[in-house]
């Protein structure tokens, strides 16, 4: 039971840094990215590769990570041109793409069978003590990652941001940039993104297509809207949430007589529900976004 519980702390953790990225993009900057799992997967598979061919895995974690900021950069400008709308339809057909790359590039990928064989981490260490160590490193990463999104946040960037997400218009009127910032926000949330994947490879010494189906990114999204869109620790708390929830559900058949064969449903069922449950509820979230409001002070 307690390998079980570091286990879904250790995927929360993981989950928790590509909700932080996420929400970055999508609760601060309001970019309706759907191909989130694009980068959190070529993050994945550079990491994979790269420790395949030998790299340490601390070079292999930052080599993945700006693999997948240049992924964001890719697909910030992919979009200069398009409408939001267009450009959420778009970033979900790129997501497609980088699956359909995984699993049709054997050479490089692995194909269907995916990469393994993987050292992964502290290979020195085994059974608690590697999962302990695990676990303190995902959470001082997602520690680290909030803290940065945070910060980023109450930057003169990130009420930019904030005006792109609420008014556009407003904010090109006022000389900012909104191809520039929209480049940037990705290619920043790209590299979290890609610190979640490869931190997630080496945990589980495997990756391969079948990991980066569409449904994950609806998890992700999941995450940050059950925590509160534009508040980290929204974030972080809809990911533990999310995650606990994904893997007790298959518990359940022991406790009610269930097939086995309906767990993925059943799984779907609940997280919807209760998605469904707090928009009508809580509609800005379990921890909504609190914005600082400044006061002009009268001469």
């Known amino acids: 039971m307690l390998e079980f519980c570091l286990h879904v702390l250790i995927m929360s953790a993981i989950f928790g840094i590509a909700a932080v990225s996420l929400n970055l993009q999508a609760g601060t900057g309001g970019l309706l990215n759907f191909g989130q799992i694009a980068l959190f997967g070529i993050g994945a598979y550079a990491v994979a590769i790269l420790t395949r061919a030998g790299l340490p895995w601390p070079a292999a974690l930052l080599a993945g990570m700006g693999a ?9 400008r992919l979009g200069r041109d398009l409408a939001a709308e267009y450009w959420a339809l778009a970033t979900l057909a790129v997501a497609e793409l980088v699956r359909l790359v995984a699993l049709n590039e054997d050479w490089l990928t692995g194909g269907p069978q995916g990469i393994g064989g993987i050292a992964g981490l502290f290979p020195g260490l085994d ?10 490193l995902a959470a001082l990463l997602l520690l680290g990652t909030a803290l940065a999104a945070r910060r980023l946040g109450q930057t003169q960037f990130g009420r930019v941001l904030r005006l792109m997400r609420e008014n556009p218009d407003l904010a ?21 993104a890609g610190l979640a994947g490869g931190l997630y490879t080496l945990y589980l010494a495997f990756i391969g297509p079948d990991q980066l189906l569409p449904f994950e ?13 534009g508040n980290v620790a929204g974030a972080v708390v809809g990911a533990l949430l999310v995650t606990a929830l994904y893997a007790g559900i298959p518990f359940l058949k022991d406790v009610v007589a ?15 529900s209760i998605v469904l ?12 976004e609190r914005l600082r ?3 002009a002070q009268r001469p």
């Open 68 to 76: 997948a900021a240049l992924g964001g950069f890719a697909i910030g």
């Open 127 to 136: 059974g608690m003590s590697r999962a302990l160590a695990t676990l303190a």
């Open 172 to 192: 090109t009127a006022l000389g900012h940039d909104i191809v520039a910032c929209k480049v940037k926000v990705l290619a920043i949330g790209g590299a979290m």
């Open 217 to 229: 990114t609806f998890l992700i999204w999941t995450m940050v809207v059950l925590g509160g869109l």
């Open 258 to 272: 269930l097939p086995s064969d309906l767990t993925g449903s059943l799984r779907v069922f609940a997280i919807g």
């Open 277 to 288: 449950a707090v928009l009508m509820l809580k509609p800005q979230g379990l921890v909504p």
């Open 293 to 295: 409001r400044f006061h």
